[in-house]
């Protein structure tokens, strides 16, 4: 916010084509296609969660992906993801999917069942289901095991179910599932942390510091 994007966007908007892994990973998210770019800048002002950047879907056609085979090693065992997100009032929409262009292997799901205050997150392992979600800023962690998976929002557990089976992924997604172009989400995307490895241990840590961080 040191004015940099909205100096560059002037008065228009400004949308993501590469959101650049901070890690050394190189797992950028991308979007070549101009009419599929998640926004983050709005007729010159950066779009904020609580005081900080965010990039918002459109809930048509906007997506992110990073394609590699490095998600096929973390998606086959124990692995963990904490993000921001501030959700709508979206039914059926995918935030996040990893998996394959024809499967997913977790998913973030918004407005399951019709009810814009429900949130699913699931794997082949486990789903974690939450209700009367208000719209606002969310902190969700999701430590995903093939035995003891949990997923939580503002370090508090759903309704925790259990599952099997297992997809060989090749993708991460935001925004969409899949191929990038179904079941969009309108809602943002302020940060987003992924681990080859459970934090079970750590896992109440990060969340803490990232409420923190967010103001959440």
Request: with cysteine; charged share 15%; net charge negative.
């Amino acid at each position: 916010l040191d004015g940099t994007l909205a100096a560059f966007c002037g008065v228009g908007d400004g949308f993501i084509v590469t959101w650049y892994d901070q890690s050394l990973n190189s797992r950028h998210l991308t979007q070549p296609t101009a009419g599929s770019q998640p926004k983050i800048v709005s007729a010159g002002s950066v779009l904020t969660l609580n005081g900080f950047p965010t990039v918002q879907g459109d809930g048509s056609n906007d997506s992110l992906l990073n394609i590699s085979a490095d998600w096929g090693a973390i998606g086959s065992g124990d692995m963990a993801i904490v993000s921001v997100m501030e959700k709508t009032s979206d039914v059926n929409a995918i935030a996040m999917s990893i998996g394959t262009v024809s499967q997913e292997r977790s998913q973030f799901l918004v407005g399951g069942a019709g009810t814009a205050g429900n949130l699913t997150m699931s794997s082949k392992y486990f789903s974690e289901a939450f209700s009367g979600l208000p719209q606002s800023g969310l902190s969700l962690a999701f430590n995903d095991a093939i035995s003891g998976g949990r997923a939580y929002i503002d370090n508090v557990t759903g309704t925790n179910t259990t599952g099997s089976g297992t997809v060989t992924s090749d993708r991460l997604v935001l925004f969409s599932r899949r191929d990038g172009t179904s079941a969009n989400f309108a809602g943002s995307f302020s940060e987003l942390v992924a681990w080859p490895v459970g934090q079970t241990s750590s896992r109440t840590a990060i969340s803490a510091e990232i409420n923190s961080r967010y103001g959440l």
